[in-house]
């Protein structure tokens, strides 16, 4: 539901998300095993352009779906090792969801059913299904859960428009807009530093990003002490010294 939901100020989302929770009870998944009750605790929930009956569907879809396969991780891992690929295997696990829970119907007919979970398949980056899947594969330190047994290094950096900036200021990508491409380029730059797990990065590059340091420009009271400006396109690197 978080990672679902993950749009705008994180102190407006965190109430909506703790009012949806207050909603369900403190059984979410009790709820979500009936259908009505869970529509009908959500009724009247909004949050952008989400509506209570989009997130009931999405929770009632992730139950059904957890029931089946043993747990949501057992259905995506099964997904990966039959597909063989993060992309096809994504897509396969957003359609379990939007199917169980009737939640691809009600997308033909509502916005915000629609760009609840978004499409793999399309060119979009799915940042929120990214940062989903780094809280459940990435080992537990604080910040990931480490749930799944999925390897880290099928991952790919959920980009928004931190990472893209920085992406590009650093030469990670030349993608002007958050795209799968995007997405692929700036993984496979950080892999040259991590193979086993370039997804690690995301959470120091998305927080230098949201402090404002990262311009999109040249501006030396902004970048003044900046510990990546040596290799910023925005900066030329020093001459390299006579040997």
């Known amino acids: 539901m978080a990672s679902a939901v993950a749009f705008g100020n994180v102190k407006a989302l965190r109430a909506k998300l703790e009012d949806a929770l207050r909603r369900l009870g403190p059984h979410p998944s009790r709820t979500a095993d009936d259908e009505a009750a869970t529509h009908a605790a959500l009724a009247g929930w909004r949050h952008r352009v989400y509506r209570g009956e989009d997130l009931a569907c999405l929770v009632v879809g992730a139950r059904r779906v957890q029931r089946a396969h043993g747990s949501l991780g057992a259905r995506f891992e099964a997904d990966l090792r039959r597909e063989g690929a993060l992309r096809p295997a994504l897509a396969s696990f957003v359609a379990s969801l939007r199917d169980a829970g009737g939640l691809g119907d009600a997308a033909r007919t509502r916005r915000g059913a629609a760009h609840l979970l978004a499409d793999p398949a399309g060119a979009s980056a799915c940042k929120r299904l990214m940062l ?112």
């Open 132 to 243: 989903f899947l780094r809280w459940m594969v990435r080992p537990a330190d604080g910040v990931d859960l480490g749930l799944w047994d999925v390897p880290t290094s099928a991952l790919l950096i959920p980009v928004d428009t931190h990472i893209l900036k920085l992406g590009r200021n650093l030469g990670l990508t030349r993608a002007t807009g958050p795209t799968w491409r995007a997405a692929e380029e700036i993984t496979r730059a950080l892999a040259a530093l991590d193979p086993d797990d370039p997804v690690r990065f995301d959470f120091a590059l998305c927080h230098m990003g949201m402090s404002q340091r990262c311009p999109s420009r040249r501006d030396p009271v902004r970048c003044e002490g900046c510990g990546v400006r040596t290799v910023c396109r925005h900066w030329p690197r020093p001459a390299a010294q006579p040997g």
